[in-house]
């Protein structure tokens, strides 16, 4: 199950099937010509590059807000300990983290002339600047989620007297699954499938089996017992 990369055509051979698919998709509604299928194809990934906008652009108001609370907090009546101090500056940190992914989505890319010679490849660097900004923005939505969180807990810690948590272990422990959720779970899985792991140990596995039968045939081979040994050997010996 992929996270991050969910559904995003992220490889060449990727990005190739999900033209053919849409090629497919649009010949079955009667689009069949070449120009028709690209001028679609052009719409559908501009409106999708326009919705990213229009998404980011309420992310970056959210996190507005949040740094707002996060200096209110501060500023306000609000007592941080030594607990709540490390939650509180990872759900800040998180909140900054996120703005600074939102701008890369945000970032106005225009096309130039050598992309307008070649729509194909045009069509490519469109699909690819789509699965960059997408995985940028869901990694921002994951920050701002967890940025609420810290400052919810911040504040049920503040005045809830009689709970306590262990914030230091579980700032520790958020940040580092966090972290590898994003940033590696979807290439440890991407990859995983790419090379075929799977099946590549079960035939190691297979070709082990086969070798330890194969080493038990060859030592009961070279076993003498005595009733199969001939009277010359036995001389011999």
Known sequence: MLLIKA???????DISNYIAAWTSLLKATGSSRPRQVQ???????????????????????LNGLLITGYIFVVSGDFDLDRDSAPLFVLGLAYTVIALLLCLRVIW?????????????????????????????FRRAWTFTAISIAAIVITVIDDFAYAIEFKLNLVTFVVTIAHFAT????DD?????????IALRAGRLATALRQGRMRWRIIRRALQMHPTSRSPGLAMGA
């Open 7 to 13: 559904c995003l055509p992220t490889r060449a051979r």
């Open 108 to 136: 106005i890319h225009w096309s130039s002339r050598a992309d307008l010679r070649d729509p194909d490849a045009h069509i490519r660097a469109l699909i690819r600047i789509r699965s960059k900004r997408t995985i940028e």
């Open 182 to 185: 994003i940033y590696l779970y």
């Open 39 to 61: 001028r679609a194809l052009f719409d559908h990934l501009y409106e999708n590059l326009n919705i990213l906008d229009a998404k980011t652009s309420s992310l970056i108001q």
């Open 188 to 196: 440890l899985i991407l990859a995983a499938r790419e090379r075929n």
